[in-house]
């Protein structure tokens, strides 16, 4: 018996996390939303809503169909989510974004999606990209710069002069 209702339990269950989750990344803050953990649970509903509308018949199939349809409804926000949510993004980020789109725009935590969507930001996806991956270099330049400061501050380089040429050499590393 337990077999015959997983697909059921497993419908319920995904339009439950579904319809609770939904509400609070469009209108809970921006800056609160987890754009990978977003992307994964979208991931994971749509295929096991797919999988259920194939086993199940009637109005539990159209559930799914409803189901289906708002998840990929939502997951048309997911590369404005990804790309606003960016790690990267500076202040410097925003303002050029804000130039370029000809509008003030900050994710802060009065920001949410729905006001993304109310700015009509979808429509200008490709600025919003472009700044973001712009950001995510930039960032990766700054990681990589802070991995090597780290990895060279316990080295000392001792000099000698070099004959009698006013200039100096490297006499030899030694880690501290």
Request: glycine share 6%.
């Given at each position: 018996i337990a077999k015959a209702f997983e697909p059921y339990g497993s419908m319920w269950k995904m339009c439950a996390e579904f319809s609770r989750s939904s509400p609070e990344w469009l209108d809970g803050p921006f800056t609160a939303l987890d754009p990978d953990n977003v992307t994964t649970l979208m991931d994971t509903w749509y295929r096991g809503v797919m999988k259920a509308a194939k086993t199940l018949k009637g109005a539990p199939q159209q559930v799914c169909v409803v189901l289906k349809e708002k998840i990929v409804a939502f997951q048309d926000n997911l590369p404005l989510?990804?790309?606003?949510?960016?790690?990267?993004?500076?202040?410097?980020?925003?303002?050029?974004?804000?130039?370029d789109l000809g509008f003030p725009v900050k994710a802060d935590a009065s920001f949410s999606v729905t006001r993304a969507l109310q700015l009509e930001l979808p429509k200008h996806l490709a600025i919003i990209e472009d700044v973001s991956e712009y950001a995510s270099k930039e960032f990766s330049l700054e990681r990589t710069l802070d991995k090597m400061q780290g990895d060279w501050s316990g080295v000392v380089f001792e000099t000698m002069a070099w004959r009698e040429t006013g200039s100096c050499i490297l006499m030899g590393l030694d880690e501290t």
């Open positions: 989510i990804v790309a606003l949510r960016n790690p990267g993004l500076r202040d410097r980020h925003w303002t050029r974004m804000s130039q």
